[in-house]
Every structure is written in C-alpha cells, then in structure tokens.
C-alpha cells in the first residue's frame, strides 16, 4: 500500500500558474507510474498527466499538452504537476495516483492505479 497526500491546490486566475505536489509514503518500491486525474462537478474523472517512476517518461492528455509539466524527485517520494497559463476549465479536484502494475497502454486509464491521495481543489478565475 501507498499513501499519497496531495498540496498545492488553490485559486488562481485565469493565465496563472500553480505547482501541484504528490507525496508518497508505505511501499514506494513498488511504484511504477504516478497518474494525475482531476474531477469537475458533475463530471466523470478525467486523466491529466502521468509520470514513469523509473525512466521519468511523460504522457499528457491532449487538454494540457503544452501547459502541464509533471515531474517527480524520488529521493523526496513525490511528484509535481506544473500547470501553467490555466483557464477556467481546469478548475477541478486534482488527485494523484500510483500504479504498481500500471501496462503503458493503460496509463490514462483510472483503474489502472490502485492508491489515490484525498486530492486537493484548483479554482481558475476569469
């Protein structure tokens, strides 16, 4: 089991930028890829970003592509999404999530993660 706990979060308007963190803590050893999702009200969780713990090899969903960056240090256990030039829709609850078994073909997919953080609030102003 990991435990994630997720900062960073806040409001900000639109153009501005915040830098989300993910820490993780338990069986780090056994991670093989950091997913970030985010969830609109109303709406279905939605992959943002992903980061291999190993290689540190990116993918990005389209929306953010040129926007987001994601990252991770595992010296300090943790991950960190960029996200730059923001408009009002990504406001959403951010999650971070850990794959110990995630197939590359699989990293957008939530299911393919097993550990989520409690996830934390991004609120753009326009």
């Known amino acids: 089991q990991v435990q994630l706990v997720e900062s960073g979060g806040g409001l900000v308007q639109a153009g501005g930028s915040l830098r989300l963190s993910c820490g993780a803590s338990?069986?780090?050893?056994?991670?093989?890829?950091m997913g970030w999702f985010r969830q609109a009200p109303g709406k279905e969780r939605e992959f943002v970003a992903t980061?291999?713990?190993?290689?540190?090899?990116?993918y990005y969903a389209d929306s953010v592509k040129g926007r987001f960056t994601v990252s991770r240090d595992k010296a300090k256990n943790t991950v960190y999404l960029q996200m730059n030039s923001l408009k009002p829709e990504d406001t959403a609850v951010y999650y971070c999530?850990?794959?110990?078994?995630?197939?590359?073909?699989?990293?957008?997919?939530?299911?393919?993660?097993?550990?989520w953080g409690q996830g934390t609030q991004v609120t753009v102003s326009s």
């Open positions: 999530a850990a794959g110990m078994d995630t197939l590359y073909n699989l990293i957008t997919r939530a299911n393919a993660y097993r550990d």
């Open positions: 338990g069986r780090t050893f056994s991670i093989r890829a």
């Open positions: 980061v291999m713990w190993s290689s540190g090899s990116t």
